[in-house]
């Protein structure tokens, strides 16, 4: 075989298909995040609308300055796997500050947020005998990973469909050990699930809940517990997950469970066992973002006052968006190359930096731009990102709403 002609062939492949990814060269400004230098084709400041950093948790000066005191305090890596000499005591604080943020016994923390449902989920279906994981349509890749991983039987319910769920589940044995695993808010539709629905199904069939709350810690709740918090429902999920790497600004990822649960994961999980702990400084810079936002619900409610003001707008001149309750706006583009076009002339033209969404991260048809507008989004910003795209979308000739639908 010609390896090197196999791989060219197979990125042509992609090219044609529109889906060949490119990455966009950025230089963060710290203190000005949203703004940003890029160092690719186009060079020059540009504005990001599509960062998870949603609340630019990572550039607030309680993170910098827990990471820099940690830093100075501790040295660069941890040093090891947290078996062996990497365990420090900003990884334990951290831990304890999740736990309760979560309202649970414990908390155990990974290198990403991919890993952790990678290793949780491969664990705990891979280790209970006889478990059977029912999994929603729309996961995470890194949760339907974590389930092939695990090699047990698994049901795909149909998203956020509870009467499919509980067909699924009745047709089980109610002694045999099962795990729905879903998620709170899902990042490309910004649809919510029927979590407490999903808890009673849970009770009524015996199985355990595994809940992907990624893009709802920090943004959701009093605390920033997420969408469990916001509606009570923390202590009915079996498993919690989370990233500290989206609205906390920093990076890692973490399950809070019981005591038992995280004892378990953190004694049979190869992705939690063998691999070097976080830094330090990461810990204490997540640990300070997590503290900050249990207490500080501005970033929240500006954050919120930021979509309503961007999705009126877009409204306004007739740009077709995903309505959902959450602050992810998906604004429909259909087409893969038309997605990817607006995406380059958004950012060669107007200085505006918007990942084209295409598949296989989403449904081919379904292509989009992703918007996430935060606190520090100006006014300005919302002024610019408004005007850029009415003049793509006339040049485009791409469909707008009916003005009778508005
Ligand atoms: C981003 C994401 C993850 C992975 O989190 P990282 O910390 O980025 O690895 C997990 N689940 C969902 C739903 C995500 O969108």
Known sequence: MNYQDYFKTALDDL?????????????????????ATSRGEKNGDVTIWCSNDYLGMGQHPSVLNAMHEALDRCGAGAG???????TTHDHVLLEAELADLHGKEAALLFTSGYVSN?????????????????SDALNHASMIEGIRQSKADRLIWAHN??????????ALPLERPKLIAFESV????????????????????????????????????????????????????????????????????????????????????????????IPPAV??????????????????QVQQEKVTDVRARLDAIG???????????????????????????LLKEHGIYIQPINYPTVPKGTERLRITPSPVHSAADVDALIGALEDLWAQCQLARMPLAAQ
């Not at 810079?285 to 929240?300: F, N, Q």
């Not at 995903?322 to 995406?343: A, L, Q, R, T, Y």
């Open 15 to 35: 090219r044609e298909q529109g889906n060949y990814r490119v990455f966009a060269e950025l230089e963060r400004h710290c203190g000005s995040f949203p703004r």
């Open 80 to 86: 090891g796997t947290r078996n062996i000499s990497g």
């Open 118 to 134: 990678w290793a949780a989920l491969g664990t705990l279906a891979g280790r209970i005998p006889d478990c059977i994981v029912l």
């Open 161 to 170: 469909d509870l009467a499919d769920l509980e067909a699924k589940l009745a």
């Open 186 to 277: 899902y990042s490309m539709d910004g649809d919510i699930a029927p979590i407490k629905d999903i808890c009673d199904l849970a009770d009524k069939y015996n199985a355990m809940t595994y809940l992907d709350e990624v893009h709802a810690v920090g943004l959701y709740g009093p605390r920033g517990g997420g969408i469990a918090e916001r509606e009570g429902l923390m202590d009915r999920l079996t498993v919690i997950e989370g990233t500290l790497g989206k609205a906390f600004g920093v990076m890692g990822g973490y399950i809070a469970a019981s005591a038992e649960l995280c004892d378990f994961v953190r004694s049979f999980a190869s992705g939690f066992i063998f691999t070097t702990a």
């Open 283 to 300: 810990a204490a810079g997540a640990a300070a973002s997590i503290r900050h936002l249990k207490t500080s619900d501005v970033e929240r």
């Open 319 to 345: 740009i077709p968006h995903v309505e959902n309750p959450s602050h992810i706006i998906p604004v429909m583009v259909g087409d893969p190359h038309k997605c990817k076009f607006i995406s380059d002339t």
